[in-house]
């Protein structure tokens, strides 16, 4: 049973920061690439940061360069993105992924979702 759960979302104002956290359970954490997706209303989910299984490769949507940081820790299984001068925009839905493709220009090809953690930027 492949699982991957979210958690660390919630309500903040712009400007501020948020860190969300993934866990996985149920297969090789160590050899997967993982992503973190959004998709808000009326829009489509998008790619919004990816790390290769060793963090060799990391991608970020140009809409987060600069802001978001995603890391991971292989020994607990866990996957991390650390978001900081938060926008309205940014406001959605959050879901973990494991992903086949990650370069620094693509993220891409899901295997397995998360259920998806909200995230609310606004005053």
């Known amino acids: 049973q492949k699982r991957l759960v979210e958690s660390g979302g919630g309500l903040v104002q712009p400007g501020g920061s948020l860190r969300l956290s993934c866990t996985a359970s149920?297969?090789?954490?160590?050899?997967?690439?993982i992503g973190w997706f959004r998709q808000a209303p009326g829009k489509d989910r998008e790619a919004v940061s990816c790390?290769?299984?060793?963090?060799?490769?990391?991608y970020y949507s140009d809409s987060v360069k600069g802001r978001f940081t995603i890391s991971r820790d292989n020994a607990k299984n866990t996957v991390a993105l650390q978001m900081s001068s938060l926008k309205p925009e940014d406001t959605a839905t959050y879901y973990c992924?494991?992903?086949?493709?990650?370069?620094?220009?693509?993220?891409?090809?899901?295997?397995?979702w998360g259920d998806g953690i909200q995230v609310t930027v606004s005053s």
């Open positions: 149920g297969f090789s954490f160590q050899l997967a690439n």
């Open positions: 790390i290769s299984n060793r963090s060799v490769s990391i």
């Open positions: 992924a494991q992903v086949r493709k990650v370069v620094t220009r693509a993220c891409g090809g899901v295997d397995t």
